[in-house]
Nanobody, 129 residues
Framework: QLQLAESGGGLVQPGGSLRLSCAASGLTDFPWGQVAIGWFRQAPGKEREGVSCIDGSGQDVDVLGSTKGRFTLSRDDAEKTVYLQINSLEPEDTAVYFC???????????????????WGQGTRVAVSS
């Protein structure tokens, strides 16, 4: 069964950058190239929201629509890992960040968490001076 592991979170000052990783393992039923990955975040006291997603071809979608280009997704197919680069971090970015996955053929990804079948445990990001 597909398993996801996030890493890369931590404490960072406003204006700083982080690169979060979502590493996939246990792929036996379908190829990595059919896996869509979504990133979500849950801030303290708030509901989880979609941030961005990337389909199997590497096409990414800015789900949140308000990140002003600060969030960038990329895939390393050899490592079966998706990276979320976050620049110009703001205190409002403080949250637990989750990645999620679903097989999608043809290429597609979604911003709704209900669409995804597999979830990681999350990595915590804190932005504070």
């Amino acid at each position: 069964q597909l398993q996801l592991a996030e890493s890369g979170g931590g404490l960072v000052q406003p204006g700083g950058s982080l690169r979060l990783s979502c590493a996939a393992s246990g792929l036996t039923d379908f190829p990595w190239g059919q896996v869509a990955i979504g990133w979500f975040r849950q801030a303290p006291g708030k509901e989880r929201e979609g941030v961005s997603c990337i389909d199997g071809s590497g096409q990414d979608v800015d789900v949140l629509g308000s990140t002003k280009g600060r969030f960038t997704l990329s895939r390393d197919d050899a490592e079966k890992t998706v990276y979320l680069q976050i620049n110009s971090l703001e205190p409002e970015d403080t949250a637990v960040y989750f990645c999620a996955a679903r097989r999608s053929d043809p290429y597609y990804c979604a911003g709704e968490e209900e669409w995804y079948h597999y979830w990681g445990q999350g990595t915590r990001v804190a932005v504070s001076s």
